[in-house]
């Protein structure tokens, strides 16, 4: 079928100025910095209040002010080109048509904060997979959950303990269409052999070129208990979380068979969706390819990528619930039970369950670990199906999409010192070399304004918190609002979990507060980040942290800040003056935010774990630790690191005022980390490795086919 969307209203917009509808529905205009500022110059304070979303600013507006816009020369310059060069961006024919078409599943995606369906690190991978998806032109579709009830919108209370509270989506608010049906109505389709029935709605979110598909369960037709499947993500609720994965997966692909969609290669983003295969491998069946042959054609053009070193992070079932859903399913395959339960057996583990990542590996011929020492943990960790199934866990370390989180003013002098052409290659090494040319006063300068415009947030959020009527005045206190722009920053953002120790730095307090309120060389710390809901040890750690922020010893140098998200932590990745990461070895599996920083020259300082090992030339930032990770040794590494190289560093400064010595590693980190952390890099690797491949072997069966 077609693909009619039911664009959201805009009341009040006139018809001349139609194109600001179309570019706000496509989040294209969250990674161009000149959209962005079109929309600024409308009301720039109303931009900011509504969070920079376009739809709800637009919502907002009144005859009045759209008739202001109207009579306002330059703004209607400034709008015409911008809507000429979203027209020209979606128009452009692919220089990709040659590869197989892709469906991209995942369980969260982070593409806009007006759109929360997101918890962290994976899903702000896979929304920077979509956008350079785009960019690349490549024919991509994307199928995750619409969740009407957000992520966790983290509130501490006076004790310090995180408190979830629901972030509702303000569906009208939001960029998103629904996806109608042949009569006009929004699409409803029931999710196939699943007893009792399921049902979703179609929505749609344009990422440029790219379309998202999200599934939403939240709906009339379903039961209470049904209709909570898409409610939130990552429920606790191991049953319904199940039901969760059966949707998305088996849903998923229901819908591109429905919407018409002729995918050729199926990628899966961790284990949460891999029932796709299953419903992949009935479609083939359904063709006509008896069972052998369907799992073999299921696996050739399967690519699974797996982002957790850790077998307890991996989903597990009993065998008993799967196949109770599936039951209707395994009789529609024409297969015993034990087979379907096979393929979610860890041979290594095998009485725990059905294994989600196990049945991925299985399924999938091409599998990636994130970064190459993540490659090393997995095959470790997954040996014994590897050696069954003859195969191998390839390297694809991610990268970050860099015009969504370089800083605005830095990718125009990019423009200036590289070429305008730089983002159309912007994987390549030598084409960076020319940013060490840039000039060390707009470097500083530019950094300086990135810390200012960071400390002004954080304090407009604890204002706005202030005049909520918070009980305690600590909170607001902790919050930050004695930062200091003069004083070198460490930033620290990231999810509040046990492993990445955000709580190593406070291990000694007394040798902290020292280094801290040094008389003439302070530091300050952020931190930020959410704990998952089940998660007390994460929650207790950022009760820690919270308290020492209002411990009047550390003179308020110390902040946690409420409510991580795609906001603050664009303004983090480029105000911060230092980024610290100490995961424990080898639990780290990339991680992306240290490149975020690095492309904005924030220097990074980490234990070699995840990108690090690849990224640090020891001129880019620093590396510190033990392997095994000792908390003890660690932290005693990095208080020396802080107080003999890293903050003298800062300090030290030439008879401008200018760190020079700083300034040299900021443009290091920029020229190094840029091209091959880059989400270009990371994505024509997925072609060089698997994309292509699976052409080849379309391109084969289609030539044994054909031969006489």
């Given at each position: ?216 369960t939240d709906i009339e037709q379903n039961d209470p208990w049904d209709r909570s499947i898409s409610y939130r993500l990552y429920t606790s609720d191991l049953h319904q979380r199940l039901r969760q994965q059966i949707v998305l997966g088996i849903g998923g692909y229901a819908v591109l068979e429905r919407l018409g969609i002729d995918f050729s290669l199926l990628h899966l983003n961790e284990g949460h969706p891999a029932f796709a295969l299953f419903e992949r491998l009935r479609h083939f069946i359904h063709k006509g390819y008896d069972f052998k042959k369907a799992l073999q054609k299921v696996r050739q053009t399967s690519v699974f990528t797996t982002h957790t070193p850790l077998l307890a992070a991996t989903d597990v079932y009993g065998f008993d619930i799967v196949s109770h859903y599936f039951g209707d399913f395994i009789k529609d395959l024409g297969i015993d039970t034990q087979t379907l339960l096979s393929f979610g057996i860890d041979p290594q583990n095998p009485s725990d369950g059905f294994n989600m990542t196990a049945l991925a590996l299985r ?346």
């Open positions: 079928m077609n693909d009619p969307t039911a664009s959201v209203e805009i009341p009040n917009l006139p018809p001349q100025l139609a194109g600001l509808q179309k570019i706000a529905l496509n989040l294209w205009w969250s990674w161009n910095a000149r959209a962005q500022n079109l929309f600024r110059s409308i009301e720039a304070y109303l931009w900011q209040e509504c969070g920079h979303n376009p739809i709800k600013l637009l919502r907002m507006l009144d005859k009045e002010h759209y008739e202001k816009l109207l009579g306002n020369e330059a703004f209607l310059q400034e709008y015409h080109y911008v809507y000429a060069l979203f027209r020209r961006y979606m128009e452009q024919k692919s220089d990709c048509s040659d590869i197989p078409p892709i469906a991209y599943f995942c369980a969260e995606y982070g593409l806009h904060r007006s759109l929360p369906i997101y918890s962290g690190g994976l899903g702000f991978l896979a929304g920077d997979i979509l956008k350079e998806a785009s960019d690349m032109n490549l024919p991509m579709v994307g199928i995750g959950f619409m969740y009407p009830g957000g992520y966790v919108h983290q509130v501490l209370d006076s004790s310090g303990w995180q408190q979830g509270q629901s972030e509702q989506i303000i569906k009208e608010e939001a960029p998103i269409e629904k996806v109608l049906d042949e009569k006009g109505e929004h699409l409803l389709l029931q999710v196939p052999l699943i007893d009792p029935p399921v049902y979703v709605n179609v929505w749609r979110v344009n990422v440029g070129r790219v379309s998202l598909y999200l599934l939403d399924l999938c011929h091409y599998k990636n670990a994130v970064s190459k020492k993540h490659q090393k943990v997995a095959a470790q960790m997954w040996q014994k199906l590897l050696e069954e199934t003859s195969s191998k866990i390839e390297a694809i370390t991610n990268g970050v999409h860099i015009q969504t989180w370089i800083s605005g003013k830095l990718e125009e002098e990019l423009d200036k010192t590289l070429g305008s052409q730089w983002p159309r290659f912007q994987e390549d090494p030598d084409i960076w070399y020319k940013s060490k040319e840039l000039d060390n006063r707009f470097i500083w300068e530019t950094h300086s304004k990135h810390k200012i415009h960071l400390l002004s947030f954080i304090q407009e959020k604890a204002r706005k918190k202030w005049g909520e009527g918070v009980p305690d005045p600590s909170i607001i206190l902790a919050e930050g609002v004695m930062l200091d722009p003069e004083i070198f920053t460490i930033g620290f953002a990231r999810r509040m979990t046990e492993y990445k120790r955000p709580d190593l730095i406070l291990h000694d307090l007394d040798r902290l507060e020292k280094i801290l309120n040094h008389p003439y060389r302070p530091v300050q710390i952020i931190f930020a980040g959410k704990a998952h809901p089940a998660d007390i040890p994460g929650k207790k750690i950022i009760q820690r942290i919270f308290n020492a922020a209002k411990d009047p010893r550390f003179q308020g140098r110390i902040a946690f800040v409420e409510d991580y998200g795609e906001e603050l932590a664009k303004y983090m990745v480029k105000g911060c003056d230092l980024w610290l990461n100490n995961p424990k070895l080898p639990l780290e599996a990339c991680g992306t935010s240290g490149m975020k920083a690095s492309i904005n020259g924030v220097l990074h300082c980490s234990t070699l774990d995840g990108w690090w090992p690849e990224g640090y030339n020891g001129k880019n930032g620093w590396a510190f630790g033990v392997d095994p990770s000792d908390d003890s040794q660690d932290a005693a590494q990095l208080y020396d690191l802080l107080e003999q190289e890293i903050v003298p560093l800062f300090y030290d400064r030439d008879e401008d005022g200018l760190p020079q010595g700083w300034i040299e590693r900021m443009k290091e980190a920029i020229t190094s980390v840029s091209p091959r952390f880059s989400a270009r890099r990371m994505v024509q690797e997925y072609y060089d490795k698997f994309y292509s491949k699976i052409k080849e072997y379309y391109a084969t069966s289609t030539r044994r086919q054909t031969s006489p």
